[in-house]
């Protein structure tokens, strides 16, 4: 028990400090503040590409490389209720084994609302990262791209005895998030390449009440995120919802460096297709909250905008909240239902109770986005 505890343990200050970007919780509900928004930053890319690779070595000289953070992010949405996330992350000055954090974790959540958590991570711990294609090592497990444009992704640890094996198989076509930077020293860099896939796989691992096997089958996503900022100034609210049936997906990101400008959009894909409508044209309005193990979420958010070619009529509503620490105690990771409208050059595709995850992390959560 003291060996779960103490995975347990780790797992909330890790997320707590570097994952959830300084979220702290909230008393009371605020009033709504509109933030404009500036011009996108960028066009939207529409090359086939989708860069997956690894980048530290490219931004190791420079001054603030100890806030560097790069990570490979999957999760698996289970046909049977049962869902997995799983990271590989990269913090830190890489070149200074004792001034960065390498590691693996991954979370378990299953359709009765437990959780199983696990993380791999220690000092000088063995890795290596590619530059030319997704292919990260961490102690012996990998997240990687195949020849075949499919993903392997392995997990083992000695603690509790977990197994795990993933292949991902992308549908949707890949998505690359608009580039944000708030400062010169400050920016993210955020990339979809699977919005939407199949995800099969088997989970193994014991606890006090035995071993468990559990057969993973349900929809897949991916995303790769880096840059470099200090834990407290970055802000997000993200979500990826995809219908099987059309298939089609829609995802949104949009965040905010300390006190500089909200940036982002709502970007949908298909097997043929992707769209984006940036923060200019793009209104986020946060209809209805609640307080979740003290912390202030999200639980109505609806969706609106166009730039011409694409428009979007969304609503997304709170489902259920899997608690990430001790019991009861514990940062909720959040899952909700999405329904609505997206219209791409004259064609209409619904939305209807689509299941995904989604997240919102901010010191002043209640902004209205316009």
């Not at 086939?48 to 490979?72: P, R």
């Not at 974790?105 to 791999?120: A, C, N």
């Not at 049936?245 to 500089?260: Q, V």
């Not at 909250?289 to 709170?318: H, Q, R």
């Amino acid at each position: 028990m003291r060996g779960v505890a103490a995975i347990s343990v780790s797992l909330i200050l890790l997320i707590a400090s570097v994952s959830m970007a300084g979220e702290k919780k909230e008393e009371g509900i605020d009033a709504a503040v509109v933030a404009r928004q500036p011009s996108a930053l960028a066009q939207y890319n529409d090359s086939d590409g989708i860069d997956d690779a690894a980048h530290f070595k490219y931004h190791q000289n420079e001054s603030n490389i100890i806030n560097w953070y790069e990570w490979w992010y999957a999760n698996a949405k289970g046909y049977d209720g049962n869902n997995i996330i799983i990271e590989f992350f990269t913090f830190g000055d890489l070149n200074n084994p004792f001034a960065s954090a390498v590691g693996i974790f991954m979370i378990f959540m299953k359709s009765d609302g437990s959780t199983f958590k696990s993380l791999k991570s220690y000092p000088l711990i063995d890795y290596k990262l590619d530059y030319e294609k997704c292919n990260v090592t961490i102690a012996g497990d990998v997240f990687t791209e195949n020849d075949d444009g499919t993903y392997t992704i392995t997990y083992h640890n000695i603690i509790n005895n977990v197994n795990l094996q993933l292949n991902l198989s992308k549908i949707n076509r890949g998505i690359e998030g608009i580039p944000s930077t708030a400062e010169e020293n400050r920016w993210m860099r955020w990339n979809i390449p699977v919005p939407y896939g199949r995800v099969e796989g088997v989970l193994e691992y014991s606890d006090k009440n035995g071993h468990h096997i559990y057969t993973i089958s349900g929809k897949g996503y991916h995303d790769h995120n880096w840059g470099i900022s200090e834990k407290l100034s970055l802000y997000w609210d993200w979500g990826e919802f995809s219908d099987g049936n059309m298939p089609a997906s829609i995802t949104y990101g949009m965040l905010r460096f300390g006190n500089g400008p909200y940036e982002g959009g709502i970007y949908f894909s298909n097997e043929t297709v992707r769209k984006a409508i940036y923060m200019q044209d793009l209104t986020v309005e946060y209809k209805n909250w609640d307080i979740i193990c003290g912390f202030k979420k999200p639980t109505e958010i609806i969706f609106s905008g166009s730039n011409g070619s694409f428009s979007v009529e969304l609503t997304l509503k709170f489902e259920r909240a899997y608690i990430i620490g001790v019991g009861k105690m514990g940062m909720p990771y959040l899952m909700g239902k999405m329904s609505g409208t997206a219209n791409i050059n004259g064609k209409t595709y619904r939305f209807s109770d689509v299941t995904g995850f989604y997240e919102h992390h901010f010191l002043l959560p209640s902004i209205n986005w316009r």
